[in-house]
């Protein structure tokens, strides 16, 4: 059975990110693991191993921006070559983020103009920052950028699609009118499945990788497979996903990345134990 793949989660949110990958695994569902930093992808590289199905992403994440210095860009920028998805990376002019703008920008820019990070699979936010990231991923030629949990107005929707870009969608976005238009305005083709997860929730828990194939209406193919494991691989090698299949599974929507500084610290605290 071909995998589906949750092509965004912190896997390193959960109390037990190993115990949520076997899960993954035995529901036969692949996972990108996003990361928010160097640091802790180099951690996740050396927790998991070269273990099957998970693909860890190399992340620097726009709400961390200002905490950046120059010798983590550097660090990222050295990454690339042995990394096979890049994220999480992007903009948040949200009030959380706006302030942080430019240093956003600057992170967001010097990524993108990195042949070797732009030729790889590139999960992306853009939480109040939809103009600006999508006219930068057009400008950039990225090979395979998915804009995951996408809030942004339609009318840039068809801008994003002409531009090569993704949607990836999540069983929260099914649950509000705005996201069931929005996987309507988006070709099937170019649609990805996603948990976000441990910050979306499945009911009243963390939305784990392992419910992506849960109670599928009969009929429908399912996605698909990871859009790359090489650098010269683009998402075309994706089946499409039928985001409808997440709508009986879709729960209260929560906001995006509420608590997206809790990854790093729940990572450095079980690696401490
Ligand atoms: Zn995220």
Same mark, same amino acid.
């Given at each position: 059975?071909?995998?589906?793949?949750?092509?965004?989660?912190?896997? @390193? !949110?959960?109390?037990?990110?190993? +115990?949520? =990958? &076997?899960?993954?695994?035995?529901?036969?569902? #692949?996972?990108? $693991?996003?990361?928010?930093?160097?640091?802790?992808?180099?951690?996740?590289?050396?927790?998991?191993?070269?273990?099957?199905?998970?693909?860890?992403?190399?992340?620097?994440?726009?709400?961390?921006?200002?905490?950046?210095?120059?010798?983590?860009?550097?660090?990222?920028?050295?990454?690339?070559?042995?990394?096979?998805?890049?994220?999480?990376?992007?903009?948040?002019?949200?009030? @959380? !983020?706006?302030?942080?703008?430019? +240093?956003? =920008? &600057?992170?967001?820019?010097?990524?993108?103009? #990195?042949?070797? $990070?732009?030729?790889?699979?590139?999960?992306?936010?853009?939480?109040?920052?939809?103009?600006?990231?999508?006219?930068?991923?057009?400008?950039?030629?990225?090979?395979?950028?998915?804009?995951?949990?996408?809030?942004?107005?339609?009318?840039?929707?068809?801008?994003?699609?002409?531009?090569?870009?993704?949607?990836?969608?999540?069983?929260?976005?099914?649950?509000?009118?705005?996201?069931?238009?929005?996987?309507?305005?988006?070709?099937?083709? &170019?649609?990805?499945?996603?948990?976000?997860?441990?910050?979306?929730?499945?009911?009243?828990?963390?939305?784990?990788?392992?419910?992506?194939?849960?109670?599928?209406?009969?009929?429908?193919?399912?996605?698909?497979?990871?859009?790359?494991?090489?650098?010269?691989?683009?998402?075309?090698?994706?089946?499409?996903?039928?985001?409808?299949?997440?709508?009986?599974?879709?729960?209260?929507?929560?906001?995006?990345?509420?608590?997206?500084?809790?990854?790093?610290?729940?990572?450095?605290?079980?690696?401490?134990?």
């Amino acid at each position: 059975m071909t995998p589906l793949l949750d092509s965004h989660c912190h896997l @390193t !949110g959960y109390s037990d990110p190993v +115990a949520v =990958l &076997r899960q993954a695994t035995d529901a036969s569902v #692949d996972v990108v $693991a996003v990361t928010e930093d160097p640091g802790e992808y180099r951690l996740l590289r050396t927790r998991l191993g070269r273990r099957p199905g998970v693909h860890a992403a190399l992340g620097m994440h726009p709400l961390r921006a200002r905490d950046f210095a120059p010798a983590d860009l550097a660090r990222f920028l050295r990454m690339p070559p042995e990394a096979t998805w890049i994220g999480e990376i992007g903009l948040d002019y949200s009030p @959380t !983020g706006r302030k942080t703008r430019r +240093a956003q =920008l &600057r992170v967001f820019e010097t990524v993108l103009a #990195d042949p070797r $990070a732009r030729a790889l699979p590139m999960t992306v936010h853009s939480r109040g920052a939809e103009e600006d990231t999508i006219s930068r991923l057009a400008q950039a030629s990225a090979a395979a950028a998915i804009l995951h949990w996408y809030t942004g107005p339609l009318a840039l929707v068809d801008e994003a699609l002409a531009a090569g870009l993704w949607f990836s969608i999540n069983p929260a976005m099914t649950a509000s009118a705005k996201g069931r238009t929005l996987i309507d305005a988006v070709p099937a083709d &170019r649609i990805l499945l996603e948990t976000d997860g441990p910050f979306a929730r499945q009911g009243r828990r963390p939305a784990r990788p392992a419910d992506l194939p849960a109670s599928p209406p009969s009929g429908l193919s399912l996605p698909n497979t990871p859009p790359a494991s090489s650098t010269t691989t683009s998402c075309a090698s994706c089946k499409s996903a039928d985001a409808t299949r997440l709508a009986a599974q879709a729960d209260a929507p929560v906001s995006p990345h509420a608590n997206a500084h809790r990854t790093r610290s729940l990572l450095t605290k079980d690696d401490q134990t």
